[in-house]
Structure formats: C-alpha cells, structure tokens
C-alpha cells in the first residue's frame, strides 16, 4: 500500500484540506467495500496532505452511511463510499430513506465493480446455466438460491434470473453474503449469485461449481473457461455490482474536481489496480457524470423490477 502512494500520478494542485479527512462507508469491517476504501485510504492522505479516518456505520443496507454523509458540512472534510443497492435500489425497499440519493448526495467517480458468479454446491447436479433453469421450470417454486438479504446483489441476480428465463424460484435470504456462501457450500440450498472474490477460493477448491458470470463479458482472469449469463442462454443478464464515492450535494465544484482527480489517478495506479484484483475487484474510474448516468441506469433498471417481483417497502 506504500507502494500505492508514492507511485501515484503527479497531480496539479487545487483545493486542499486544512484538517483530518472523514470517510464514511455504511457497511462493517471485513466485506469487499471496506477493504476498497482501505486500499484507496494512504493514497487519499499522501495526495491530500491529511490523515484520512474511516468511519464505518453499518445498518440498512448502507442507509446510515449514504445519510451520514448526507448530512454532512459540504466542506469536503467528509467524503463517503456507497455503493449500487444504497443508492440505486434502496428507494424501492425503504419508505422513508431519510435522504434523496440524488438530491442529497453529490457523484465523484465510480469506486470498483465486483463480478457476480452464479455458482451451485458440489452435490448438485446442475453443469450448466441451462440445467437450472431446466430444473425450475419443471419444478415451480423449488429449485432455491441463496442471498445475503433482501435487495442484496445476490438477491437482485434472482429476480432478473427469473425475469428472463421465465422462472419460478425461491430466494432463500441470509444475514449477508458470508452467511450466504457457508450454506452454499454446505448445499443448503440449490444456487446463488456471489461475489468473485466470495467465490474462488471455494470453485478451486472443489466445494462449489461456477455456472456462468453476470458480466457482459467473461472474467478472463479468474474464470475464463466460465460463460457469462448472456452466453449461457439469458439474454441481457448483466448485473453490476459498484461502489463510488460520495460528498453532501452541496460541496463546491472545486473541492468535488480534486476529490475526483485524486480518486480518478488511484484508480489508474498499477498497484491499487492489483490490490483490488486480489479482493475479486476491478478498479473503475469514472467522471461525476458517468457515475449518475450509471446510477439513473440502474434505478431505472431494478426498482420496477422489484416491483413487479411483488417486493413491499418496509
């Protein structure tokens, strides 16, 4: 991670902080979104000249965070990282959010994306995408897959399974996608979607078998024998499963433009680029305006989705 920082891209020089640096992230320590900000964590503070303090406040399903940050002095002394299902699809779960993901919060850039894998236990007999949607078809309501909880990534890749292969299954959820992959492997269920950096170590090992990838094209790296969902038969399955950063709305222009030249140049770095690999994450930069276009994309996308799959607001 030293290495990260005094590589990094020279950058020109433009609003800086006079104090620590706040990073808020909705989820806990441990999972794919807090080892991202991490990694991202020294090169911020060698690029900005201050510490940079990561404040984790789980619950929600990343709502307390995104809200944090929300309401936030937008004095760029506190930034956030949320991620699709916050900003994207909570709207269509949580009546009452407590923020506006677009008009409370402020896009700097993409974070990273992480490949959903659809995978089945060893003891299953299912070789093929098309042996699942076999097997649901000829047993309604069924064949189950596993999720980390509702509206979880997991948990949407069902609800579009079912929405293009004209399936009947039945989600089976759990408290998170660690919970979620134990039981797969102990076949507690019949498939599920998962993170790659969740699911290779288990493929290698024998204990699990990867059916098809929710990307447009295949994970060369890691699965490049593994067709994507669109190969395997379903079409325009793609599911992206992102985390960006975030300001409070009302931050400045040019204290957005160098948070996004800091996190744009980090992302672009070699040795991030490979930390993040080894976490099953790919490293995406973006500008502020591909990452609300991104975001209106996906809102447009899952929220009549979920709808339609008959899923009530709490």
Sequence with gaps: LAGIA???????????????????????????????????????QQSLGQSVVIDN???????????EVARAAPDGHTIGSAN??????????????????????????????????LVCPANR????????????????????????????PGHLCGILFDHIAGTRTVPVPYRGGGPQMLALVAGEHDFGFS???????????GTIRALGVATKARALADLP?????????????EVLNWDGVILPRATPTPIRARFGEVVRAALADASLIAAFRQRGLDAWATSPEAMAAQLAA??????????????EPS
């Design 84 to 117: 699709m299902g916050t900003l994207a699809v909570n709207p269509a779960l949580v009546r009452n959010m407590g923020f506006d993901p677009v008009a409370d919060l402020l896009p700097v850039s993409m974070l990273f994306n992480a490949v959903n894998v």
């Design 125 to 152: 007999p299912f070789r093929s995408v098309a042996d699942i949607v076999a097997a649901a078809k000829a047993r309604p309501e069924t064949v189950s897959y596993g999720t980390g909880g509702v509206g979880s």
């Design 6 to 44: 005094l590589t990094r891209p020279a950058l020109s020089q433009g609003w800086a902080p006079t104090r620590p640096i706040r990073l808020v992230l909705g989820f806990p320590p441990g999972g794919a979104s807090d080892a991202a900000v991490r990694i991202l964590q020294p090169v911020l």
């Design 298 to 311: 996906d809102a447009a996308k899952w929220q009549p989705l979920i709808r339609a799959a008959g899923i």
């Design 195 to 205: 993170p790659m950096g969740t699911v290779l170590t288990h493929v290698q090992a």
């Design 57 to 67: 406040r789980p619950g929600a399903g990343g709502n307390l965070g995104a809200l």
């Design 225 to 237: 024998d593994v067709p994507t969902m669109i190969e395997a038969g379903l079409p325009d399955f």
